[in-house]
């Protein structure tokens, strides 16, 4: 087991190597002078830009660009963006403002998305299970920011049960319905899921063994069949955290959440190649870290697999 | 600038003077605020700062609207635009290129430190050195001296025309006569600095000192990205002083999220709706809570000379055949609900020594019968290549472009029965770069908002050869010309009318079609009254107040 969990993390290297190498290329292939947008719609003098130019090595090539940025993230120093702030500051601001909201997104859409799931599975075919069914169908296809802007005008300015926005402070309340608009989609996901599987492992073997052994149905659906119905469940919630933390752009944008989604948004636009690579990097890292959580999850969920 | 002319001095003292006296009445919004709740603390809407909060290098919008309040420059402008004396006591000059500039006794900054000459002459000649690579670096270029300090790589840290004679006087030389030069001494750029700024800009920029009506509520008042709190500086005794407790910038990331705060009351003012609502904010805010107010900005095309189809006596005429081809009228009806107002020359009506009826300026009206006769004209000198098809370009990242570049591009073709497509860039920098380098295979749209109100500044900047926002590369020596001869008059009102004359030949060549001219679209909240917007389309914020 540590053996494996070794393997892992040594194979994060390559990641870390492969993956801001191309994210630097990609950054610095993107059309367009980074210091046009440093100096606006009216511009610059050739001296100013000049010294721009030199002091976030623009005038570098490729290559030495990365390398400079490679060396500066093994000596703990993530450089500045364009505005002269720090970028390790920037990503210690906004992580755990997005963090808490894909968490609580993640909780949201486990928690009810695996409830509903298991009791249409075992109403299969009922009412429960069809209204369920087409609700979840609706939820997928309507586009995100539709279902943003709609909760946010309901909830936020006529209910006014909550802000429209989000302060600065990202309480726990007032990222609920945030949370809940990123998690909705996933919830559909997690729930249609969860549904198949229990449908599938109610009707195996050990199900009925164990019903006639004599236990008792709490038991029965808790440990035999829910239990053995979360592996496909477990990795995609394991990929979602991942994805919410990226992916969080349009529902940070439309909340004014001030987080990973937005930053990344502006940093892109600006061409500011270092701020994208630290922060998508340190995305790549917890989504290798969320898998290796799921897989080692999978020996507990099913007994059948074993790491060594 | 309505003042009678003395003769010698210059007229833009005696306006500073005027304006000074003219306070009492003039100032009607302070006046007013007496009426309010002078407790409340203001939420408005704001963008982060792209840089730190230093005046010399901050040339956009978001740390412009917060510099503004920190600082107080020579002189300010009041909402149409006039100038009044802030720190100075009077600026003197016999011949508009050496000015005399005396400063108010016992203003300080809100850390206590004075405001001397030396406040102002270091910052400049800070802001204007190369070294130092700051972003509004052009601002000084009237200043004699200017071209050794900027030069790329220079270590020259001074400019000669800068001269403190006492700790209240200091004299400037400008490279040539500029009668408007002091109209621009109320733009950012020209702030006065402490001491401690200029040695550590850095740290300064995170927690700027002022001189101005707001100062920040403490270390850290700015919350990068999430909000910026000012509140008023006591030691500030002037034109703009705070009439309310206070105004917290809440920084949005688009307009569209800060519209829902405003109608919900979490926000008190916005000062751009989004284009999405700009069909409906009448309505959700009533007529006593929005606001259209026309304010200096501008939207044009510009067509590069070097495209071969619109150089020379050929493309001169097709240029004016494109522009009579554009339906002003019907597009700022119906796409912006009357909120652009159609132009009529290169510049915007609230500034001094505008003229709607320049002669010319029935090019830019809406004639397709004559559109045609030109574009035949032309045809007659050099077949247009049709393989090179006119494209307008623009940003899709800022600003709601899309839709107007359309129905321009839709006027194209049914009127000239040209081919014509909109070309958006992903973001803006890709488009500057491809204008600033003249890599360009089409028209642009070009915007420009001005820096101080003065027509020279939507001039110069962009139609002078060699020009910084020259995108068109016009290169018209009698222009250039002229525009001199207009700064050097010898006051503002004379120098309007040599550059109104410089205009005629814009509307000739038409290096850029005007479309239309901005106005500021805004609203407020049910908890505050008193809200007026400036000649720049920024709200007078320390005129605010609760209800």
Redesign the interface.
């Known amino acids: 087991m540590a053996g494996y969990v070794l393997r892992r993390f040594l194979q994060l290297i390559p990641v870390f190597l492969g993956a801001t190498l191309l994210l630097y290329f990609l950054v610095f292939s993107l059309p367009g002078d980074a210091t046009a947008a440093i100096c606006g719609e009216k511009g610059c003098t050739p001296a100013v830009e000049a010294s721009l130019r030199a002091q976030y090595n623009l005038d570098e090539p490729f290559w030495v660009q990365y390398f400079l940025y490679l060396k500066g993230v093994l000596t703990f120093d993530l450089g500045v963006n364009f505005a002269g702030r720090e970028i390790a500051t920037i990503i210690a601001e906004v992580f755990p403002t997005t963090a808490k909201l894909a968490v609580m997104a993640l909780v949201f859409e486990a928690v009810f998305g695996i409830v509903f799931g298991l009791f249409a599975g075992l109403r299969k075919g009922k009412f429960f299970d069809s209204t369920v069914l087409v609700v979840s169908l609706v939820v997928i296809s309507v586009p995100i920011f539709v279902l943003g802007f709609l909760m946010q005008f309901v909830f936020g300015v006529k209910l006014a049960w909550t802000n429209p926005t989000v302060s600065g402070d990202a309480g726990f309340t007032e990222l609920l319905l945030p949370a809940i608009v990123l998690g909705l989609v996933s919830f559909a996901y997690v729930l249609r899921l969860t549904r198949t599987s229990v449908i599938e492992n109610a009707n195996a073997d050990y199900v009925r063994t164990a019903t006639a052994k004599g236990l008792s149905r709490p038991r029965v659906v808790s440990v035999h069949i829910l239990r053995n119905s979360m592996i496909p469940v477990a990795t995609f919630l394991g990929a979602d955290l991942g994805a919410l933390m990226g992916g969080a752009i349009v529902t940070e944008g439309i909340f004014n959440v001030n987080g990973v989604g937005n930053t990344l948004y502006r940093a892109v636009q600006n061409g500011e190649a270092p701020v994208v690579v630290s922060i998508v990097t340190v995305l790549i890292l917890i989504f290798c870290l969320a898998n290796l959580l799921v897989d080692l999850l999978y020996a507990w969920l099913d007994p059948r697999i074993r790491y060594a | 600038m309505r003042s009678p002319r003395t003769p010698k001095l210059l007229s833009v003292a005696a306006v500073a003077l005027l304006a000074l006296t003219a306070c009492g009445g003039g100032d009607n919004s302070a006046d007013a605020g007496a009426e309010g709740d002078t407790g409340r603390v203001i939420i408005a809407d704001g963008s982060e700062?792209?840089?730190?909060l230093i005046p010399t290098n901050t040339?956009?919008v978001g740390g412009g609207a917060v510099l503004d309040l920190l600082f107080a420059g020579l002189i300010s402008y009041d909402a149409d635009g006039t100038p009044q004396n802030e720190m100075a006591d009077s600026i003197d000059t016999e011949d508009a290129q050496n000015y005399t500039i005396k400063l108010k006794e016992g203003k300080t900054f809100s850390n206590g430190d004075p405001v001397t000459a030396s406040s102002f002459v270091d910052a400049w000649n800070f802001g204007a050195a190369?070294?130092n690579?700051?972003?509004g670096?052009?601002f000084f270029e009237s200043i004699e001296g200017y071209e050794e300090a900027?030069?790329?790589?220079?270590t020259v840290e001074t400019m000669s025309g800068l001269k403190v004679v006492d700790d209240t006087t200091f004299t400037v030389t400008l490279s040539q006569p500029e009668s408007d030069w002091p109209l621009r001494l109320g733009y950012s750029a020209f702030y006065p600095m402490t001491a401690a700024a200029l040695a550590d800009p850095?740290t300064y920029?995170e927690n700027p000192v002022g001189n101005g009506p707001y100062k920040f509520a403490g270390e850290g008042a700015w919350?990068?990205?999430?909000?910026i709190e000012l509140v008023p500086n006591e030691s500030y005794d002037g034109p703009q002083k705070a009439q309310n407790a206070g105004v917290t910038f809440k920084?949005?990331?688009?307009d569209t999220?800060?519209y829902?705060?405003l109608?919900?009351d979490?926000l008190d003012i916005l000062k751009t709706i989004p284009t999405s609502d700009v069909k409906n904010f009448k309505n959700d805010l009533g007529e006593e809570r929005s606001i259209e107010s026309p304010y200096a900005g501008n939207q044009t095309i510009a067509i590069p000379y070097y495209l071969e189809n619109w150089s020379g006596e050929a493309g001169k005429l097709r240029r004016q055949a494109l522009s009579m081809s554009i339906d002003r009228e019907e597009i700022t009806r119906v796409i912006f609900s009357n909120g652009r107002t159609p132009a009529q020359d290169f510049t915007a009506p609230v500034l001094e020594g505008f003229d709607e009826d320049l002669p010319g300026s029935e090019n830019l009206e809406f004639n397709p019968d004559e559109a045609k006769k030109l574009w035949a004209e032309a045809e007659e000198i050099s077949p247009y290549n049709e393989a090179e098809p006119l494209t307008i370009a623009y940003n899709a990242?800022k600003g709601d472009h899309k839709t107007w570049v359309e129905a321009v591009i839709n006027g194209l073709k049914n009127n000239l029965g040209i081919e014509a497509t909109g070309k958006p860039?992903?973001?803006?920098?890709?488009?500057?770069?491809?204008a600033?380098?003249g890599a360009l295979t089409g028209a642009i749209r070009s915007?420009?908002?001005a820096?101080y109100p003065s027509l020279y500044n939507f001039l110069g900047?962009i139609y002078t050869e060699g020009a910084?926002?020259n995108d068109a590369r016009y290169d018209n020596p009698e222009f250039d010309e002229l525009l001199s001869t207009g700064l050097a008059a010898s006051s503002v009102e004379e120098g309007s009318e040599i550059m109104n004359q410089a205009q005629e030949m814009l509307l000739e060549d038409l290096p850029a079609i005007p479309l239309w001219y901005q106005v500021a679209q805004g609203g407020w909240s049910t908890n505050v009254t008193n809200v007026e917007f400036g000649w720049n389309g920024v709200p007078l914020y320390h005129a605010i107040t609760g209800k």
């Open positions: 700062p792209a840089q730190p040339n956009e190369a070294k690579a700051q972003l670096n052009t900027s030069a790329e790589g220079s850095a920029g919350q990068h990205n999430q909000q920084i949005y990331q688009n999220t800060a829902q705060d109608i919900s979490n990242d860039y992903a973001t803006f920098k890709e488009a500057r770069t491809e600033t380098g915007g420009w908002q820096d900047p910084g926002s």
